[in-house]
């Protein structure tokens, strides 16, 4: 019933992940928060006994988001958005599985991406993606998908694989799931939609300038120049300085700022 679908993550290179692995595992594993993962639905949902993040208050929970989106926003991030309700909406009658135009927006940032950073890329970029049990018209699409776009598109597109994000060495999936969490809150927050005089959608997209929070700013930080670019404005920057008590959110802002 969303209004928007999103497919995102982080990208580097095979031999930058360990080094991911160290951080994120000294952070969870801090006496500070003393857990064994993150997942950002359980996290929201901490006032439910089962969650391992049961009583936290509000301080300690944006400080374990920074520490990790601090880690996290060192790492460039792709992502797709698609407008499911203005589809339904143009599209009416159409059996197509709409969650297929999520994955060539994903692919298409990717590769847009991947031709500004690594210009010189020749080899195959593989993909690992969060284990979703239970729905195999979302599997069967990507699938589809990622075998017409290396067909037709960029034939760098290399294996897909599913992972269990709380198993080592998959812990960048837990990255994914905190850049995704809020990028959809984002863009289905903001969505515009324009209609004509009949009512009809005649032109959809997502708005995510309107950058108020310090975390989506720490996670986007190193987003690549075609891509949406978090802006230091001097609102956000004075809303950031009231984040002080967050140590992590202060060093990435300082530095982001700097460069």
């Given at each position: 019933d969303s209004r928007v679908a999103v497919v995102g993550g982080y990208m580097?290179?095979?031999?930058?992940?360990?080094?991911f692995c160290n951080a994120w595992r000294e952070v969870l594993g801090s006496p500070q928060y003393a857990v064994s993962y993150f997942h950002y639905r359980e996290l929201a949902n901490n006032k439910n006994k089962t969650s391992i993040y049961y009583g936290w208050n509000t301080d300690k929970i944006l400080n374990f988001l920074f520490d990790l989106a601090e880690i996290a926003g060192r790492y460039i991030p792709v992502g797709g958005f698609y407008n499911l309700e203005a589809h339904a909406e143009i599209n009416?009658?159409?059996?197509?599985?709409?969650?297929?135009?999520?994955?060539?927006?994903?692919?298409?940032?990717?590769f847009a991406a991947i031709n500004e950073h690594y210009p010189n890329l020749k080899g195959d970029v593989d993909l690992f993606f969060d284990q979703k049990k239970g729905d195999t018209n979302w599997?069967?699409?990507?699938?589809?998908?990622?075998?017409?776009y290396r067909e037709h598109k960029d034939n760098r597109l290399g294996a897909l694989a599913f992972a269990d994000k709380k198993k080592y060495p998959h812990w960048p999936l837990q990255a994914a799931d905190l850049y995704a969490y809020r990028m959809r809150k984002r863009s289905n927050e903001g969505l515009i939609t324009i209609r004509d005089e009949s009512g009809n959608i005649i032109y959809a997209n997502k708005e995510l300038v309107n950058l108020k929070e310090a975390l989506d700013y720490v996670l986007l930080r190193n987003t690549h120049p075609f891509g949406f670019f978090p802006i230091l404005t001097p609102e956000l920057l004075q809303d950031s300085l009231k984040a002080v008590k967050y140590p992590s959110a202060m060093r990435a802002i300082t530095e982001r700022a700097k460069s």
């Open positions: 580097a290179r095979c031999g930058e992940w360990p080094v009416k009658g159409d059996k197509r599985y709409p969650y297929s135009f999520v994955f060539e927006k994903f692919f298409d940032d990717l599997q069967a699409s990507l699938f589809e998908m990622a075998r017409d």
